[in-house]
């Protein structure tokens, strides 16, 4: 899994979501019509990759995963 991130755009190597920087903020194909900083966008881009990985039930990537979306404040719905 990685993420290249550049001044504008963020894409994934697992997944085809992608990250676009605005005049608004950051938005991210994963979680549309909400703006985020920087930081957020990578963590919903990490989010996207662990989505798209579908790790174990038991992988520790999961309770990093809630945490993010918490984080994020969105509900990450039954993975």
Do not use: C, K, Q
């Amino acid at each position: 899994m990685s993420v290249r991130i550049t001044e504008t755009e963020m894409m994934s190597t697992v997944t085809e979501h992608r990250a676009i920087a605005t005049s608004d903020g950051w938005t991210v194909t994963l979680i549309p019509f909400v703006y985020f900083d920087r930081n957020s966008a990578i963590t919903a881009m990490s989010l996207a990759e662990i989505y798209a990985t579908n790790p174990p039930a038991d992988s520790a990537l999961w309770v990093h995963a809630r945490d993010w979306e918490r984080e994020l404040g969105i509900d990450g719905g039954d993975h």
